[in-house]
């Protein structure tokens, strides 16, 4: 069994940072992608990034270019979301997700084969 267990939340105001792990376990850990996701209250789950495993190909939700930063290290089966000039509509609860398929689609959470419990991002304005 694979457990993901994210990190770095907190209490943030407008235009502060904030640095986001998800630490993996599981003797079979071997995603294809890891992607994180928001849920803002009320909301349905949105994408924000993902990169590939092996190769460290990101994509990015279009509002967030340029201010966060998905990374990996491998060794330490960690994924990392930097967070900086956050802004108030950044608040949500946040997810990391894990994809086996490199045929699933980027963007869709139920094509994600595994989820942390989320770890809560408010920004203050």
């Known amino acids: 069994q694979v457990q993901l267990v994210e990190s770095g939340g907190g209490l943030v105001q407008a235009g502060g940072s904030l640095r986001l792990s998800c630490a993996a376990s599981?003797?079979?850990?071997?995603?294809?992608?890891m992607g994180w996701f928001r849920q803002a209250p009320g909301k349905e789950r949105e994408f924000v990034a993902a990169?590939?495993?092996?190769?460290?190909?990101?994509t990015y939700l279009d509002s967030v270019k340029g201010r966060f930063t998905i990374s990996r290290d491998n060794a330490k089966n960690t994924v990392y979301l930097q967070m900086n000039s956050l802004k108030p509509e950044d608040t949500a609860d946040y997810y990391c997700?894990?994809?086996?398929?490199?045929?699933?689609?980027?963007?869709?959470?139920?094509?994600?084969?595994?989820w942390g419990q989320g770890t809560q991002v408010t920004v203050s304005s």
């Open positions: 997700a894990g994809q086996l398929s490199l045929s699933g689609r980027i963007e869709v959470a139920n094509e994600y084969d595994y």
């Open positions: 599981g003797r079979t850990f071997s995603p294809y992608r």
């Open positions: 990169i590939t495993w092996s190769g460290g190909s990101t």
